[in-house]
T-cell receptor, first 109, second 114 residues
């Protein structure tokens, strides 16, 4: 079956760096997305990786290793507003998005 | 601003009473999606439309139906809501069905079943 694994919850301190990992087993691969979802709100797009390597976008970076079925989202200079759930999603060979359950990130002052 | 709009934001219905959720988009995207998301769970795809082509996920219950009368609008009908159907319902759009096109989400409708 198809599976996306990410930690349920993580805690970090304001101003610090945090890395949220995602591993996947899917039928084919057409890219990996990271979305941010604040409580009670809709997911918003953060990043897309389809080739191996690191994509940097401001304070957020996303890394992909297709051979390992692994990605991470790196958040730098954490702010209180970064408290949210971070969802990893993989597009499979049928161009369907397979979603992880999300990692709830708690930022402490 | 181009966007995805969902109405209502909060919907309360009674057990077994049909309910319709609506979604509209001003992005002129070809694909529209309906997801169900329960607390601390991944969004679960119920349906998607590529233009007028309807795609029903294999495990979507018959209790759920969808209509897309035109490019801009899409509706989710729940014929006989049960307590287990209480969830956030998310509408999303993308320009094309595959590749790097991100999905744009509406704010969601939170459904409560009494």
């Amino acid at each position: 079956g198809q599976n996306i694994d990410q930690p349920t919850e993580m805690t970090a301190t304001e101003g610090a760096i945090v890395q949220i990992n995602c591993t996947y087993q899917t039928s084919g691969f057409n890219g990996l997305f990271w979305y941010q979802q604040h409580a009670g709100e809709a997911p918003t797009f953060l990043s897309y990786n389809v080739l191996d390597g690191l994509e940097e976008k401001g304070r957020f970076s996303s890394f992909l290793s297709r051979s390992k079925g692994y990605s991470y989202l790196l958040l730098k200079e954490l702010q209180m507003k970064d408290s949210a759930s971070y969802l990893c999603a993989v597009m499979d060979s049928n161009y369907q998005l397979i979603w992880g359950a999300g990692t709830k990130l708690i930022i402490k002052p | 601003d181009a966007m995805v709009i969902q109405n209502p934001r909060y919907q309360v219905t009674q057990f077994g009473k049909p309910v319709t959720l609506s979604c509209s988009q001003t992005l002129n995207h070809n694909v529209m999606y309906w997801y169900q998301q329960k607390s601390s769970q991944a969004p679960k795809l119920l349906f998607h439309y590529y233009d007028k082509d309807f795609n029903n996920e294999a495990d979507t219950p018959d209790n759920f139906q969808s209509r897309r009368p035109n490019t801009s609008f899409c509706f989710l009908d729940i014929r006989s809501p049960g307590l287990g159907d209480a969830a956030m319902y998310l509408c999303a759009t993308s320009k094309n069905p595959g590749g790097a096109d991100e999905q744009f989400f509406g704010p969601g409708t939170r459904l409560t079943v009494l």
